[in-house]
């Protein structure tokens, strides 16, 4: 997102997010050199020209066991794109995370805002720890979304009141939503990644159950994708020993 000039901004509306994989320094190998050197010191470092296949027996044990620091010496760097309600969620991931995001105090902020998609479930039924959520009625989606529009437009009129007044950004920024969509740098390691994916995906692998909101899922469906291919073996690892970060 670039700044517009305030007079030609106009209130657009989402329903996805984004993740970018901006840049990495991971692959298999980090996982096996690190390991390796409790036991052959320098000579570790042959892991890094060895095809990581031959050991991936090494890194299920590692998972299986949970040892894991071997599975810190790597890094990902993500762009990410979401509602800010979802980055309120995602920075209570301190450790082996690094975050930088968007600044109301320093830019002016653009009027882009979070709006479910007709798939996102909106009626949760059950009482806190067994709900489930289930699809709206047509006439629920069409409340959620008028609504949500009108109430968007309304805010980021009054914020452009204030800036054109004279209002300083960092005060007029009080009034606009969670869900306008921010943006931010995430960098973590595989180690960090697996425990944020153990809690804020559901998978039908996973041995302990997670109930996450759907739109910071929707985030972690999106990491996993690009970790995926860029560690196959340890994803496989993470997978095969019930998706528990080790």
Not at 1 to 28: C, I, N, W, Y
Not at 96 to 116: A, K, M
Not at 228 to 236: E, W
Request: aromatic share 10%.
């Amino acid at each position: 997102m670039t700044d517009t000039p305030a007079e030609t901004a106009q209130p657009s509306f989402r329903s996805d997010v984004t993740v970018e994989l901006v840049k990495h320094t991971a692959g298999d190998s980090d996982v096996l050199w690190a390991a390796r050197v409790s036991t052959a010191g320098e000579q570790s470092l042959e892991e890094l020209s060895k095809d990581p296949e031959r050991s991936k027996g090494l890194i299920n044990y590692l998972m299986r066991d949970r040892h894991g620091s071997p599975f810190e010496h790597n890094s990902m760097t993500f762009f990410i794109s979401a509602p800010i309600f979802v980055f309120r969620e995602f920075m209570r991931h301190r450790v082996g995370w690094s975050y930088n995001e968007e600044s109301g105090r320093y830019r002016e902020l653009q009027p882009v805002f979070y709006v479910p998609g007709a798939d996102r479930k909106l009626v949760q039924q059950g009482r806190p720890g067994k709900y489930v959520f289930v699809d709206g009625t047509a006439e629920q989606q069409k409340l959620v979304t008028e609504a949500m529009e009108v109430s968007y437009r309304r805010s980021y009129e009054t914020y452009q009141e204030m800036l054109a007044a004279g209002v300083a950004r960092e005060v007029a920024r009080a009034v606009l939503p969670v869900g306008l969509f921010s943006s931010m740098y995430a960098t973590c390691n595989a180690r960090s990644l697996m425990h944020f994916l153990g809690l804020r995906t559901q998978h039908e692998e996973a041995s302990v159950p997670s109930f996450p909101q759907r739109e910071i899922e929707m985030v972690g469906e999106k990491m996993e994708k690009h970790w995926a291919q860029l560690m196959p073996l340890t994803y496989a690892a993470f997978n095969a020993n019930g998706r528990v970060a080790p």
